[in-house]
């Protein structure tokens, strides 16, 4: 019942932008942390960014001041801003989530279906 579902991916050129969304439903009482991770083919699936539910945030040194990570808690939705995008920043991008559904007690780690990014040279 609970899932997340990722937006906004595409083919954009090295320089560009853009924003991907991840909107988490379903019969959700609290989110904890969120955050995004990328997969390229033949390599391990990284972290990107993660966010606390207050807001605190964490980078990758390989995105480090050219990705933003947001959330709008009210709306159980986590942003990835890309700007200045370059070819090494194709993959498959994954968002995740700590959801405490009220169904279940206790927390439970989440993984979207991931949105391809590709950026052309």
């Known amino acids: 019942q609970v899932q997340l579902v990722e937006s906004g991916g595409g083919l954009v050129q090295a320089g560009g932008s853009l924003r991907l969304s991840c909107a988490a439903s379903?019969?959700?009482?609290?989110?904890?942390?969120m955050g995004w991770y990328r997969q390229a083919p033949g390599k391990q699936r990284e972290l990107v960014a993660t966010i606390t539910s207050g807001g605190n945030t964490n980078y990758a040194d390989s995105v480090k001041g050219r990705f933003t990570i947001s959330r709008d808690n009210a709306k159980n939705t986590v942003y990835l801003q890309m700007n200045s995008l370059k070819p090494e920043d194709t993959a498959v991008y994954y968002c995740?989530?700590?959801?405490?559904?009220?169904?279940?007690?206790?927390?439970?780690?989440?993984w979207g279906q991931g949105t391809q990014v590709t950026v052309s040279s």
């Open positions: 995740n989530a700590d959801i405490k559904p009220r169904v279940l007690i206790g927390y439970k780690n989440y």
């Open positions: 379903g019969s959700i009482l609290s989110i904890n942390a």
